[in-house]
């Protein structure tokens, strides 16, 4: 495991992003969206993506430089075709298109398809929440790799959740979830790690329990669990929210579910992902004079006064962590293991970009 600054990275990242054929501008955009993912400890989502992005490109699934366009364009809402390109371009858009029609109607909703990965939903949902107002992002993906409740085979992947809040003097709330027990990228982080997987995380073929992670990650299909885990652990409620998501997704889009056409069966080389943004102005929906960031001040105060069960670790709110990972790391430094920086190495080779993380 070695550390590097995160600027180092971001620069790997565009050298390979200009091999690609990206403009600086997208560079920069893409480059910056995945390397705060790594800065909030979020590493499954971060530079880690890299060299599957390279594996998808040189299968032609994907276009990275694909330019994404308005489709629709209304007082409300609006519609990005990714155009098979990576989803980080076409995510922001969409969001920043979310953002300024909220500003205006109160409400402002983004829908993006034929897209692919787009990192981390909280990096979206928190562009909203920078600028005073209430961010929600989630998206459909490329597998099948989650279980249902009941089920034997995977129909659906990780179906991620994101909600960005702003406060006054107190962080935002910014809850960044998958909808499963943990997403794809834990099972990559713990291969590369040489560590085994918990118990509960993921199955075998039969059912049973699995914990080998390289064997977890090369599975095809996947199996992992709901969020969850099993039915008496509350599975089938991980299962409704990532049907959920799936629906103003992918259902909403157009877009595939579990990498397949819902109304042919078919599966095809292109991922065909919809995404799904919004954003809401609170000033719009308070008539009492008091403020809406004050009052989130005042719901952290009362999360965090609650008595701790170990003085040792205390109530934490969602998105102190990523917080708390983004302060260490900005100073000491993102952390990547070996086995990933081989792939990048190797990433960068066969994209044509110079390698910059070596000796």
């Known amino acids: 495991m070695r550390l590097f600054q995160a600027d180092l990275l971001r620069r790997q990242i565009e050298a390979v992003l200009a091999a690609w054929g990206l403009p ?56 990005i075709d990714a155009g098979h390109g990576l989803g980080h371009a076409p995510g922001a858009l969409a969001m920043s298109m979310a953002i300024e029609k909220a500003r205006t109607m109160g409400v402002g909703m983004g829908l993006v398809k034929r897209s692919n990965h787009y990192g981390a939903a909280g990096v ?8 005073g ?12 790799s989650i ?45 590369r790690m040489g560590k085994p997987l918990p118990e509960g995380w993921a199955l075998t073929a039969d059912g049973g329990v699995e914990t080998d992670a390289q064997a977890a990650f090369d599975a095809r299909p996947r199996r992992m669990t709901p969020l969850g885990g099993d039915r008496e652990r509350g599975s089938h409620k991980g299962y409704g929210l990532a049907i959920m998501v799936d629906i103003l997704s992918s259902v909403l889009t157009g877009s595939w579910f579990g990498a397949h056409d819902l109304k042919t069966g078919k599966t095809g080389k292109h991922h065909m992902i919809g995404s799904f943004f919004l954003a809401l102005d609170p000033d719009f929906f308070r008539d009492d004079g008091a403020d809406f960031k004050t009052d989130m001040d005042s719901l952290i105060d009362t999360l965090k006064a609650v008595p701790p069960a170990d003085p040792a670790k205390p109530v934490l709110v969602a998105g102190e962590p990523e917080r708390i990972a983004r302060e260490q790391r900005v100073v000491a430094g993102v952390p990547v293991s070996d ?11 066969t994209s044509g970009a110079a390698f910059l993380l070596g000796n």
Do not use: W
Request: hydrophobic fraction near 40%; glycine fraction near 6%; aromatic fraction near 6%.
């Open 24 to 79: 600086e501008a997208r560079r920069q955009l893409m480059s910056g969206l995945m390397i705060e993912a790594d800065l909030r400890g979020i590493d499954s989502h971060g530079i880690g993506m890299l060299p599957h992005y390279e594996t998808r490109r040189l299968a032609g699934q994907v276009f990275p430089a694909a330019e994404p366009t308005v489709e629709t364009d209304l007082p409300a809402f609006c519609v």
């Open 147 to 191: 279980v249902p409740t009941f089920a034997k085979e995977p129909m659906y992947s990780t179906n991620p959740i994101a909600c960005a809040v702003p406060a006054g003097d107190r962080p935002p709330f910014v809850l960044d979830m998958a909808t499963s027990t943990v997403a794809v990228g834990k099972l990559d982080i713990a291969r």
């Open 339 to 349: 086995t990933l920086l081989e792939e990048l190495r190797r990433t960068s080779e």
């Open 124 to 131: 979206y949902a928190t562009m909203a929440a920078e600028q």
């Open 133 to 144: 107002l209430i961010g929600m992002s989630m998206t459909g993906t490329s597998q099948r």
